[in-house]
């Protein structure tokens, strides 16, 4: 009882910070229209067979949740900053309901992003077989895991002043290796690619384009991100009861 | 039950002995003035108290448990020095949440009355004056119902009405039989409010009574005057001089009571000439005690 109002308020707090509210759903959902509509008529982008909207719907399904879930960083660090952190660790809070409070408020912002984009594509002619749809829905929602854990860990490691550099940086390469922009298909970049949980992330967002999701590899390489990012937070934690 | 028990506690940070070896016991139910200047080490003792800070040596004892355990069961509430509220909830909704977090908290609208906060429950931080931030932070503190709560210098940013209110609500909490500890640098507050003080200077202990004998301790005036040819020792007898000291023409008389020594010093040694009364600042008064200022 005591974590779910919590939670209930860890929420309320998310969805009336308007500005970040606004920022961090509306970028994917402009990118989307800036980059798709204009080529709303392309049925085969690249030769792929694939119409454009559709194609650039599930690339920004990867990269737009990549992004909301490790958002969730920012605001630690902006709470940090003004010592809630440390309010909060004189209470009996444990690190468990907090980690959770943050991985839940996480996962709301990427289902609103998936739930506007998927209206957004909807509105520029994309459809997706049923089923498809809800595979790959739900294998997103899986490879976002190593990224919830990855924003905690930043988040108590660095200042808001370094931490909107550091986020953007690291989205970038996460984005660009993972083959957001453009399909990353042999050769060592292929190699080094799929090391990353993005790589994985956009291969499941790529069902919805007939992709088949992930092998052995991608389930193998999201575990031990997310093990390895998941250890990295709880350190950082802990450490972190300083005064900033 | 024993209180709260320091002891040896030291802690370091670099070359910085913020804490250098502190024995402080405190029973429950006292209100205690923890005092000193900037750097003192009140908060980092704090820090300690409160499991946020691991000592390098020396034991925390919070109503016999550690301070991790302390807090676990909700047993002490604290308003540190830095912080602010979080924004997008509003006062009450801020109090609400902090109260689902323990098992027997205060009832929300009883801490909102107890820290004056009634008027303003529905407004969001960023609405709130300097003043009434630190009472939304006194009632986070609050609502855990705490056995001991600590204060860490609570009034700055609070003009004079504000500081008033906000004694009265400490007193107020602290006549339930609770234990109170709070940082401070100013005197008075320590003088008006605690029942002890605790003198801190450079990590250390400097002194450690009722805040009247803290208070006649380190609030002595000196008295500075060109006298030469009178040894030491005879001024060292007159009525409220504590402690005489040459410096070369002129001697330095530190008092306990400065009006009558000046009448005294006047009448008996008529040359005396350049006289200067001078209050001792708190922080030159700890600097005297802790024997840096010779």
Partial sequence: MRSSVYM???????LR?????????????????????????????????????????????????????????????????????????????????????????????CLLTLALLYVAGATLGVSIPAGEWVRMTILILLGLVPFAAIGIWIGHLLTPDSIGPTLGGMTAIFAFLGGVWFPITSGTLQQIAQLLPSYWLVQAAHIGVGGSGWDVRGWITV?????????????AYRRDTKRV | ?????????????????????????????????????????????????????????????????????????????????????????????????????????????????LSGLGVIADRRPLKLSGGETQRTRFAVALVSDPELLILDEPTVAMDVESRHAFWTSMRAFAERGRTV????????????????????????????????????????????????????????????????????????????DSDAAIRALLTRYPAARDLEISGAGLEEAFLMLTGDGA
């Fill in chain 1, 17 to 109: 910070s308007r500005r970040f509210v606004i920022l961090a759903l509306g970028f994917p959902l402009g990118l989307f229209y800036v980059i798709a509509a204009p080529n709303r008529n392309v049925q085969n982008l690249g030769h792929s067979g694939l119409s454009a909207p559709l194609y650039y719907m599930v690339g920004l399904a990867a990269f737009g949740t990549m992004n909301a879930m490790m958002s969730s960083g920012a605001r630690i660090a902006a709470e940090r900053a003004v010592g809630w952190n440390r309010q909060l660790r004189i209470t009996p809070l444990t690190a468990r309901e907090y980690f959770r409070a943050k991985v839940v408020t996480g996962y709301v912002m």
């Fill in chain 2, 1 to 113: 039950m024993s209180g709260i028990v320091l002891t040896e506690l030291r802690k370091s940070f670099g070359d910085v002995r913020a804490v250098d070896g502190i024995d402080v016991s405190i029973a429950p139910g006292e209100t205690v003035a923890l005092l000193g200047p900037n750097g003192a080490g009140k908060s980092t003792t704090i820090d300690m108290l409160l499991g946020l800070t691991r000592p390098d040596a020396g034991s925390v004892s919070v109503f016999d448990r550690t301070p991790e355990a302390a807090v676990d069961a909700g047993a002490v509430g604290a308003m540190l020095q830095t912080g602010s509220l979080i924004r997008d909830l509003t006062v009450r909704e801020l109090i609400t949440m902090m109260a689902s977090l323990y098992r027997e908290p205060m009832p929300v609208e009883e801490v909102l009355a």
């Fill in chain 2, 181 to 256: 500890l709070f940082a401070t640098h100013y005197l008075e507050e320590a003088d008006d409010y605690a029942d002890r003080a605790v003198l801190m200077a450079h990590g250390r202990v400097v002194a450690d009574g009722p805040p009247t004998e803290i208070k006649a301790m380190v609030g002595s005036r000196s008295i500075r005057a060109t006298l030469p040819d009178v040894p030491v020792d005879e001024l060292t007898g007159l009525p409220g001089v504590t402690r005489a000291d040459r410096r070369g023409e002129a001697i330095v008389l530190t008092c306990s």
């Fill in chain 1, 223 to 235: 575990a031990v991100w997310t093990v390895a990012a998941a250890a990295l937070a709880r350190r």
């Fill in chain 1, 8 to 14: 209930r308020y860890e929420l309320l707090r998310i």
